[in-house]
């Protein structure tokens, strides 16, 4: 079945998967999206202290912040496996994405500290930067006497009610700050709404929330460029997640169809289904080589290049996620539409991720801009 | 001829050799030629300035003519060729006669036939598909009865593309009637086109050209020591030719030139302002993108020196596909100029709407249809019952 394929001289990369698989074999995704559901919980703390023993959550940071200091190439492989093993804690927001913004701040003690806790599961850290909608939050930051006082209301925030510290994006007089604000600073009004994979997304209001100005953590360019590099990564990071969940999908739906006996035979023995099932698996296919390309590329000098190949992974892992479950769910029959069969929620968490930081028309509009600009 | 060993040479040095010279030789009236399957005069001069520095059979080994290309250095020379537009030229005998010889032919068989292909001597088609086996090809009945030192053979084939230009046919026969296994009885013979009772008789295609025929056998006497490999043992030898080949049937040299003529014309008559067709031209600017992603990963198997695996026709599914999708909204850009079956002007320029539009029907029935590809795909890969 299709894979993400790359070079691998030291086995680094096949230790991974297999440490990744091993975990997701010992952990019943499934399962645990059922229970956070029924508990309206936005993580499940067994599942995040299981990821921080194996170090997954200081994958991507630098020694001196605690981190393994791997790359994009790691990530990847990690993240697919994820996909594959239904493992939905917010990885994605919190270590990479969280982890970006930390690596691109000053490294003073206050960002040592929470990187450390970060890596260690210790402390949940995530991020305020967007609206409920999806936009970039206009959070206040107000710089007087030694103190940052924030306001604002940011949304779409994950593991807000299990958060120990929020990194606020921010501006402060027209420049950007990024905040460092423990969650129990005073004036923090947290309300939860289910998401459709079965955690809870927050909003978040800050009502004149008050920190000492040693929290923030950068400011003006750093914070902006640490922004991009953030989205980057985890749209990297989501692509090869979706692009494990298109390949177990499909990899579920050709073992089902092959023991589902009707008329007397398989039903993967039809060849209305045979062309169903090889289209999918082509579109598999081409997500794992579309997020393998674009893997590669980051690690080319021409950056741009491998922006646009991001984009375009994303894009393609998305669609074929979301094409690949919404079809598994078709051959599985009314099997398909229960909630005790796991394809389903291979499907709600496909719509997640795919809807996270850019939907694939959104995505491809993008590339064209950038490609007819140059 | 001597000539150097190209895979001691990196790609880019191998590249950059191969363009130069091919840039300056290739004549420049036969560059991106609409017609995609020109016959063998129409691009004779090309073929023997190949022959003569000896870069005619990229694959061939050195001892009998070719360059010995490893597939990595191959897919090179294919790239190459298509960048810079070189027209196809007839390339059975390289292609696939010369192959199936140099694997499986005696040799006298080998002595007498290579050097007549790379002279454009011979000039070969193949003859498989027939009226009633085409997707189902292991259904041929015609037939070669063995009469003394020679076969008589009766049948008809179709399809059998640049058959009016060729002088050689490599045949599928069958030699042995087995109902419980058709694959079996079927031989594979190399035939002589001027040998009295062959009769060629083109067939127009959508495009107003001919480039496929129907070739009739009337009692055609074919010399036995022309059958290549063991009698009834021919199915095994005619699949067994296309090796790395396969990976061409997936390169995206048409679906980019097609994609370039429709940027032209969305350019010139404004399309781009439309964010309709901005959505949908973005689309397939991206399963381009991504059909070369693909087609690198498959690349990048045979260049570690690997062999490929059923997988690679996703590539010929995909790449026939996108290519058709893509003319389609050609033209949708048209708009009531579609009506025109010649060029639509562009400025000082002509883009081919109509001509790639009928061109790109082809490549989903031919080399397996899609549906054949996806049928092989189901067993081979998926493993379904």
Redesign the interface.
């Known amino acids: 079945m299709p894979l993400i394929?790359l070079d691998d001289d030291d086995n680094t990369l096949g230790m991974l998967r297999e440490s990744a698989n091993a975990l997701a074999e010992r952990i019943d995704g499934a399962q645990v999206m059922r229970s956070r559901r029924a508990g309206k919980s936005d993580l499940d703390r067994s599942v995040w202290t299981a990821m921080a023993e194996a170090g997954w959550l200081g994958l991507l940071l630098p020694e001196e912040l605690g981190g393994l200091q791997l790359g994009s190439r790691e990530l990847v492989v990690l993240c697919e496996s994820l996909g594959r093993g239904l493992l939905t804690e917010p990885y994605v927001q919190l270590a990479v994405f969280s982890g970006a913004l930390l690596m691109g701040a000053d490294h003073g003690a206050n960002t040592s500290a929470l990187a450390g806790g970060l890596v260690d599961g210790s402390r949940i850290v995530t991020t305020l930067w967007q609206t409920e909608r999806g936009a970039r939050a206009e959070l206040k930051a107000t710089e007087k006497d030694g103190e940052v006082l924030l306001n604002g209301c940011a949304g779409l925030v994950s593991a807000a009610q299990s958060a120990s510290d929020y990194l606020v994006l921010a501006q402060s007089d027209g420049d950007s700050v990024l905040v460092h604000l423990p969650a129990d600073t005073g004036g923090i009004g947290v309300s939860l709404r289910a998401s459709v994979d079965d955690a809870q997304l927050g909003s978040v209001d800050l009502d004149g929330c008050s920190v000492p100005s040693g929290n923030v953590l950068a400011r003006g360019h750093k914070v902006e460029t640490a922004l991009v590099r953030a989205i980057e990564t985890n749209r990297l990071a989501i692509a090869a997640e979706l692009a494990g969940i298109a390949s177990k999908a499909l990899e579920a739906t050709?073992d089902y169809?092959?023991e589902r006996i009707q008329f007397g035979?398989?039903i993967?023995?039809f060849?209305a289904?045979?062309?169903r099932?090889?289209?999918m698996?082509?579109d598999a296919?081409?997500a794992c080589?579309?997020v393998?390309?674009a893997t590669e590329k980051l690690g080319e000098p021409d950056s741009a290049a491998a922006s646009?190949?991001v984009l375009?992974a994303k894009?393609?892992a998305g669609d074929a996620a979301i094409g690949i479950t919404r079809r598994a769910i078709q051959l599985h029959g009314a099997m398909g539409f229960t909630d005790e069969c796991d394809i389903g929620l291979y499907m709600k968490r496909a719509i997640n991720l795919n809807a996270t930081l850019g939907q694939p028309?959104e995505l491809?509009?993008q590339?064209?801009a950038t490609?007819?600009a140059a | 001829m001597q000539q150097q060993d190209w895979n001691a040479l990196s790609d880019d040095e191998f590249r950059g050799i191969f363009r130069e010279w091919v840039d300056a030789n290739c004549p420049s009236h036969l560059r991106f030629m609409r017609k995609q399957r020109p016959v063998f005069d129409e691009v004779a001069e090309w073929y023997h300035a190949l022959a003569e520095k000896g870069w005619l059979s990229p694959v061939w080994p050195q001892e009998h003519g070719g360059m010995g290309l490893d597939a990595a250095k191959h897919i090179v020379y294919v790239e190459e060729w298509a960048r810079l537009g070189c027209p196809r030229i007839p390339d059975h005998g390289i292609g696939l006669t010369g192959p199936l010889l140099i694997e499986f032919g005696t040799d006298e068989q080998k002595a007498n036939f290579l050097p007549k292909i790379l002279s454009g001597e011979h000039v070969w088609c193949q003859g498989y598909s027939e009226p009633n086996a085409g997707s189902d090809l292991a259904s041929l009945r015609t037939s070669a009865v063995s009469d003394g030192d020679d076969y008589i053979v009766n049948g008809q084939k179709i399809w059998t593309t640049l058959a009016h230009c060729a002088n050689w046919i490599l045949l599928l026969v069958r030699t042995t009637k087995d109902d419980n296994k058709r694959q079996n009885g079927i031989t594979v013979m190399l035939v002589d086109m001027t040998t009295p009772g062959v009769v060629v008789r083109p067939i127009a295609n959508l495009r107003g050209e001919a480039d496929f025929c129907e070739v009739f056998f009337e009692n055609v006497r074919v010399p036995a020591k022309n059958v290549v490999g063991a009698v009834d043992q021919g199915w095994a030898l005619a699949k067994s030719v296309l090796g790395h080949e396969r990976i061409f049937l997936g390169a995206p040299s048409r679906p980019e030139y097609a994609l370039k003529r429709l940027e032209m014309l969305a350019e010139d008559r404004g399309a781009f302002d439309d964010p309709a067709f901005r959505s949908r031209y973005a689309r397939l600017l991206l399963d381009l993108n991504d059909l070369g992603s693909a087609f690198e990963k498959f690349a990048k198997i045979l260049r570690e020196g690997g062999q490929l695996g059923a997988e690679v026709s996703v590539l010929k599914i995909f790449c026939s596909e996108l290519y058709q999708r893509i003319t389609e909204e050609t033209l949708a850009v048209a708009g009531e100029e579609a009506r025109y079956y010649d060029d639509l002007p562009v400025g000082d320029n002509e883009v081919d709407a109509m001509n790639l539009y009928l061109d790109s029907r082809a490549p989903t029935i031919f080399g397996g249809s899609n549906e054949i590809q996806r049928n092989i795909l189901a067993k081979a890969v998926l493993r379904l019952p």
């Open positions: 394929s050709v169809t092959r035979k398989p993967a023995s060849q289904i045979q062309h099932l090889v289209d698996w082509s296919e081409f080589s579309a393998t390309d646009q190949a375009a894009a393609r028309e491809r509009l590339y064209l490609e007819r």
